[in-house]
């Protein structure tokens, strides 16, 4: 599961939703700074292209766990930003809880000989 | 909470799209913005940060497009975008839109009509209580030839004794003088058992119901009845009304809805063994009336038969002279009893409007195809630019439903308009109700076939296009062109098939009909009017005054200026009023019943045979001597001296008629045949005796007028007030011509062969329609492949023959194929023809000639522009 600067093929949507509620778990974020803050807080494993991050965010959004507000990005541009709902922050415990218990699994499974 | 936050943004997404794609197209030119001025800053200049930028983005469009299958309501949105593309594509063609509509709307308005009828007619003909577990019990005779007899009165007492059925009764049909609002009328009545009302379930609408031990003079009324002779008189019920001349208290009126049998009553009375038109010696010795129905538990079913035995060989040992002894009873369906003669008749219908279905069917298919070729190149290129094959499929789907959706919608107008006009029309020849014009029954269905034609449709033109193969752009255009030709061919031939068996049933109908009307009926009715005399036993008990009564009356009426013949019968011919009597001749050693033939039994004033023309082969006719004083005698028909003599001469005969109450009589004459129960029915032997030696108290007036046949009805307030002066308490009679009951006796089938033939030319009509449209769809296809042949020499005259003899290649599958469809079909319709082979060879060669005819200018169209087309033209194209 690591190909770095290839986005979409090789990324499963479900850990791009949790990589997106983590980054934004520390405050509000625009588009770019979402995928940036991904690459950081992945060591640059993952390089998120627009391609596939506007369609999860908008998933997301419409299920709720992100609100979306315009608003100023740090060079005072218009740009949106996204932000964790209660709902999102949930979201966030149960997937980071379902990622936990899928690696531990899978360790195991590669432990064992 | 997601699916409520997730249903909220579908409501947003559908509603608001524009506003949507706006906020998309700035987050996303901000988020460019963003990104070029990162690189700007990382050191880039302007232009190559602006590249470097849109390489990372990766394509707008196809970020927005990627972003737009993953918001909510895409797909409905898409599904709406492409019935709307097809809707105006379909605008932008018309012609193609409304054939097909029109085509599938006849197609189906047939289909869904039919479904409609059969829904009326044997849906649900009787609401009785639990309806299946009603059954009609009747006698036959194997020997006799007949079927379907009614009970006697002995027989009924003892299947009642042997508890067979859990509940059992019976009701017998008769005339009666009703006293209405407007005055004296003759209504059908009914007298019946207490036990039926019970047995059927039924609860009266007003009033109650009488019981099985009634003994009072009551009635019970019918809604109809009611509603028509008592105005919907609320005091009615419980007063007293004058049926048949003496006074009955109306206990109630029955409910609107009663189904057949009782339907065809106006009153309902107790006491089933007061039938008037029986003595009580013949109804004790055997005399069939009564109809008899029986409930029994579907799982008592089996054991009927032997139980039914039983009883039969009880009767036979107590009443072994009575002369339904030899008699077998059987059970059957209430339900289908009722409806046992218009089976027939619904089942060709329905298989005629399928075939005109499928006809439709095979035609819209061969315009879609059309269609589809028209529209390959586009879909091909659809597909090699990335659209997914689901939306193809969409596509082709919405263009489908559109269509079958408006042509459905049309066919159930076109159903609903023919239901209704068959509702106005009334006729007495469609013995079902039909109380709604498209019940919610036939709207399922309705709605059934739309699914499956837009289905069946979208998935042959996803097929056929090859839209489920990976190479889409791969197929070669020749190689497609061959395919959807043969698919075009295979579905013409199949019109044409279908078409051919429409007109040989058609043709065959309308042959019989001609058969029918030129049947010898054995009489003449031309000018013969008549009317139900029922009132004369209460009027005149004794016999003497009776034959007074008759004879004045005979010759007052003829006495009137424009009557020819006057005469009282019972036993009219068509009359459905036949009834039957043992005979045998006096030198013949005295057989069992069983073995004892019987005839048709009538009784006549002596001008009957002048009144109706049938011919006195033999002896004479009676006259007034033939009376109680003198000796018994009788007039025979044909049948019946060839039955009981041979070639002997019957003159001055003996024989002794009845079983168990029987008399010995003489013949004085022999007279033609007549045909009686059905015109297409050879006649059955017959006996006639006179009114002066054998009183009948319910006759019926032949009256032969001297005029113009039209002015017969004419003569009705003259021969009433004839009638009147002789005895004034007669009621006004009601006359129609005798030849209203030949019309009737072939009515249904006169109405059976006029659909038939609709159906027919409709057939014709769509099978012409789709050939021409199928033979210059190929001429078009085949365009390039003219022009070279006409380039190298091929004469025009040569093209046409090659396009004509292609086309008749296709008529010649399809004639065969529907010569095999009417051999192998011709059993079900032999049911409905007279006299007249299924598989007559001169309808087949006419029917054959015909369609071949319409086929041949059908083609001969598209074959003519083939020789027109310009080689030049064609080949550059």
Redesign the interface.
Known sequence: MSAPKHGPANLLQGTLDLLVLKALAFGPLHGLGISRRIAQITNGTFEVKPGSLFPALYGMAEAGWLKAFWGESESNRRAKFYQLTRAGRRQLEIETQDWQKISLAIESALRAT | ??F???LL?LGRNLVRPQECER?LA???S??L???I??KVRAGLSLAAARREALR????IE??KE??R????GYYIESLVRDFRNAGRSLLRAPGFGIVAMLTLAIGSGAAIAMFSIFDAALGRPLNFVRPEELLSISEHSVEQGLRESHLSFPKFTALREEKIFAEVAAYSGETAMLQGARGMVQVPAARVTGTLFPLLGLQPERGELFGAAETRDVALLTHQCWQDRFASDEAVVGSQILINGRNHTVTGVLPADLSRPLSQFEVLLPGVRNIDFLSPEQIVRGAGYLHVIGRCAPGGRASLPAALQRVDERYRRAFPENMDAMFTSGASDLTRSVTREIRPSLYALCAAMGCLFTLACLNVSCLFLARLAAQREELVLRAALGAEHRRLVQHLFSETTIIAGGGLALGLGIAAGGMNALRLLNSPLIPFPITQSVTPRAMVFAGLLFGLISMALTLAGALHAGLWRRDVALSSPSARRIRSNRLGSAFVVGQIALSLVLLLAAGLLLSTLQRVRDVKVGFDSAGVIIADMSSLPSRYPRPVDYAAFVENLVRNLESLPGVNRAALVYGLPLAQDDTYILCTSLDKKMTAVRDRPTSYFRVITPGYFEAMRIPLTAGCAFSSRDNNDNPNVVIISQATARMLFGDADPIGQKVICGGTVQAIHEVIGVVGDVRSTDVTRPSRPEMYFSIFQQMEPTMKLVVRTTGKVGNAQALAPAINKCIQALDPQQPALEFEPMQQLVSKSVAHRRLLALVLAILAALALVLAMVGTYGVMSFAVVERRREIGLRLALGATSGGILRLIFARGFKLTIAGVLIGTALAFAGARFLSGLLFDVSPTDPAIFVASISCLAALTSIAIYLPARRAMRVDPIIALRA
Not at chain 2, 56 to 59: D, H, I, L, V, Y
């Open positions: 909470m997601r409520l936050h997730r943004s906020q700035d987050e996303l901000a988020h913005d963003l990104l001025e990162e990372e983005f990766g394509g196809q970020v990627r972003v299958r993953v918001r909510r």
